[in-house]
Every structure is written in C-alpha cells, then in structure tokens.
C-alpha cells in the first residue's frame, strides 16, 4: 500500500525559508516520478515542482529560482527547499507520486497525472 507522508510546514515570515519532507513507503519510489502541488483557500490545486527517477528537475514559473526539489532514494524521501517565501506562497502543499509508470523522464504538470497523495502540509508566510 502505497502511502505518503509530510512534514515541515509551518508559519513563516516573508523572505524566509522552509524545507518540506515526504516519506514515502509501499514502493520502490526510486522508479517513479514525484511532485509537490499546493492549494491556497478558494483556488484550484497547482504544479509546484516535479522530480524524474533520474532526478530530473522541473518547477513552476512561480517558484522557479526560489524552490528546490530533490529526492534521497535511499530514504524514501522528496523534500521541496522553499527561499524566499512570499505571502503568495501560502497554502497546503501536497506531496505526490506517478506509479503508471517507471524509468520516466517526461515531465507531469497536472495532477490528474499522480495517482497517489500525501495528506498535506499548512506553510503560512506572513507579511
């Protein structure tokens, strides 16, 4: 059974920085694509960042030059590096993973494409 699990969040003040984890278990997750996605209140679930099994990175225009996405295939683990947070960066971040398929590098923006959720984590950035 495959099953996701962050941590990291928290309540932050503008410019600073956070790192989010999410061990993952019930898989080789070394074989899959994984991705972070966040929700902010009233608006749609949005493509943060994504990692290839090859560690082939991708993020969102928003985030990009701000956010790191990395993988330790040895722990089971994605982590996504936030710097410089701005209020806009608030919202529930969701970890996920693509098991359709393995050995990908194609780059997956929507979450229809993951087939497994964690169950999220708050990251406040106050002004």
């Known amino acids: 059974q495959v099953q996701l699990v962050e941590s990291g969040g928290g309540l932050v003040q503008a410019g600073d920085s956070l790192r989010l984890s999410c061990a993952a278990s019930?898989?080789?997750?070394?074989?899959?694509?994984m991705g972070w996605f966040r929700q902010a209140p009233g608006k749609e679930r949005e493509f943060v960042a994504g990692?290839?099994?090859?560690?082939?990175?991708y993020y969102a225009d928003s985030v990009q030059g701000r956010f790191t996405i990395s993988r330790d295939n040895a722990k089971n683990t994605v982590y996504l590096r936030m710097s410089s947070l701005k209020p806009e960066d608030t919202a529930v971040y969701y970890c996920?993973?693509?098991?359709?398929?393995?050995?990908?590098?194609?780059?997956?923006?929507?979450?229809?494409?993951?087939?497994?959720w964690g169950q999220g984590t708050q990251v406040t950035v106050s002004s």
């Open positions: 019930g898989r080789t997750f070394s074989h899959y694509t």
């Open positions: 996920a993973v693509r098991t359709t398929d393995t050995f990908s590098d194609i780059r997956h923006y929507g979450s229809n494409e993951y087939d497994h």
């Open positions: 990692i290839t099994w090859r560690g082939y990175t």
